[in-house]
């Protein structure tokens, strides 16, 4: 089965406080691609980072960083220093092989950033 | 560059009403895609091309039709609208199929059908 599960359906925080986005993917395929995407209020779907199966390095970008653990089949994001720009419905989608159009979406996370 | 560009951005339809939402892209990408977006269910494909001339079903294709006649432009058709239709639809684009590739979204058309 090929699958994306982000079993946190919404999550509220305070502002500054740190976050944690999870996500559990399956997938048989040894190799596959991993990203994220952020919605915002207004609606469109951007493009936040992306992953292939080989690499397993940790990446940092400002305040934004994920983890990539094939052990666990994970890819979480963690949003450091909450701000209410940050609130935003956030996908994580699995594309299960090279050479395939498909593009899996888990059913996303709405954060909620409270001044 | 608009990116991916999307027509109507509301559209409110009565049940058995047909409509054609316009999906624009002015990056060369060979790839197009519809979604639809239904809450608590993520993002499901409905149709996607992979070239100009060439249309392929995705998940959830039953009661749309599609057509990529140029290759910038990607047209989703409901020939009878049903309330099960009701959604936003996301048009998307990429520049090859696979891999790393992202996709590009487009802002989204929210579909009423009453």
């Known amino acids: 089965a090929q699958k994306v599960t982000q079993a946190q359906t919404e999550i509220s925080v305070v502002e500054k406080e740190d976050v944690t986005l999870d996500c559990v993917y399956e997938t048989r395929d040894t190799t596959y691609y991993l990203f994220w995407y952020k919605q915002p209020p207004s609606g469109e779907l951007v493009f936040l980072i992306r992953?292939?199966?080989?690499?397993?390095q940790n990446e940092i970008s400002g305040r934004y960083s994920w983890n990539f653990q094939k052990s666990t089949s994970s890819f979480n994001f963690t949003i450091t220093a909450s701000q209410v720009v940050d609130s935003a419905v956030y996908f994580c989608?699995?594309?299960?092989?090279?050479?395939?159009?498909?593009?899996?979406f888990g059913t996303g996370t709405r954060l909620q950033v409270f001044p | 560059n608009a990116g991916v560009t999307q027509t109507p951005k509301f559209r409110v339809l009565k049940t058995g009403q047909s409509m054609t939402l316009l999906c624009a892209q002015d990056?060369?990408?060979?790839?197009m895609y519809w979604y639809r977006q239904d809450p608590g269910m993520g993002l499901r494909l409905i149709h996607y091309s992979v070239g100009e001339g060439t249309t392929a079903k995705g998940e959830v294709p039953d009661g749309y039709n599609v057509s990529r006649l140029k290759k910038q432009n990607f047209l989703l058709g409901l020939e009878s609208a049903a309330p099960s239709q009701t959604s936003v639809y996301f048009c998307?684009?990429?520049?090859?199929?696979?891999?790393?590739?992202?996709?590009?979204f487009g802002p989204g058309t929210r579909l009423t059908v009453l």
């Open positions: 990056m060369n990408h060979e790839y």
């Open positions: 989608a699995l594309r299960p092989s090279y050479n395939t159009d498909k593009l899996i």
């Open positions: 998307a684009s990429s520049t090859d199929r696979g891999g790393y590739n992202e996709q590009f």
């Open positions: 992953r292939n199966s080989f690499d397993e």
